[in-house]
């Protein structure tokens, strides 16, 4: 059994019930630790709040990751209601509508920009930004998709940009390493969620895992979420820098 009582969670990126980010919260609560949702705007804040009461013990906290002053106030934010933080889940990505939708040779600096910014680099600035919370060592988990690997049709940019999530894993692994601080990323298959709706056909794509993946099924992000738990848990202690696919096995597949 996973075991995170006494252990304080941070998971950014709730859009809403549906989101991959409350299932790893809901996962991470019910092995006893205690969940602070991070909603980016205001405009979420009420999706958030409605989802807490199925929590135990948790909190909401507003932060726009592309924001450096915001990261900073709710970093102190989270010192003052818990002192310390042991796992940090960044579900957040984010690239304009255009750069997704049009051909990769179409994509605009500062839509390559933006999505670098907030999909890669965000948790470059996040995780700077807790270490310091993280005085018993700890676990970050993000989460990425196979278009990092793979050219996925109407992905453009946002594959570029799960590309550079990637390598960062890789990167943070190494620095926060001898601070004893683990960094890892799950690979999740296509999932329904809000961001999804951004990708045309989709889907085409769930109907293509279905048939090609050795489980002919998709995930579903309770399945993610149990991955995450595991990975952000002392029984993973040995595992950091690493990519773990949660896609029915669609990644080991050929043409």
């Given amino acids: 059994m996973i075991d995170l009582k006494g252990k304080t969670a941070v998971v950014f990126g709730l859009a809403n019930k549906r989101s991959i980010a409350w299932a790893i919260a809901q996962k991470l609560n019910e092995a006893g630790a205690k969940v602070a949702i991070c909603y980016q705007s205001e405009r979420l804040k009420k999706e958030a709040d409605a989802l807490l009461p199925e929590l135990n013990d948790a909190k909401s906290f507003q932060c726009d990751v592309s924001i450096d002053e915001e990261i900073e106030r709710v970093t102190e934010e989270l010192k003052a209601a818990y002192g310390t933080v042991d796992i940090v889940v960044h579900s957040v990505a984010f690239a304009p509508a255009d750069a997704i939708k049009n051909d990769f040779l179409l994509t605009k600096r500062e839509d390559f920009r933006v999505a670098m910014d907030v999909s ?8 700077r930004a807790l270490e310091p919370l993280m005085s018993a060592g700890g676990s970050i988990l993000t989460l990425t998709y196979y278009g990092a690997e793979k050219v996925f049709p109407n992905y453009n940019v946002m594959g570029v940009a799960k590309a550079a999530l990637e390598a960062t894993v890789r990167y943070l692994a190494a620095s926060l390493g001898p601070k004893g601080i ?6 999740a298959g296509p ?63 050929g043409m």
């Avoid at 890669?120 to 600035?125: E, G, T």
């Avoid at 683990?182 to 690979?187: F, L, T």
């Avoid at 279905?210 to 040995?238: M, Q, W």
């Fill in 182 to 187: 683990r960094v890892n990323a799950i690979s």
């Fill in 120 to 127: 890669a680099y965000s948790l470059v600035a996040v995780a």
């Fill in 191 to 253: 999932i329904k969620t809000l961001a999804a709706r951004g990708i045309g056909d989709f889907n085409k794509i769930l109907d293509t895992v279905t048939e090609r993946a050795p489980l002919h099924r998709n995930v579903e992000t309770a399945e993610v979420g149990n991955t995450a738990a595991f990975l952000l848990s002392p029984l993973a202690s040995g595992i950091t820098g690493e990519i773990t696919y949660v896609d029915c096995g669609y990644n080991v597949t």
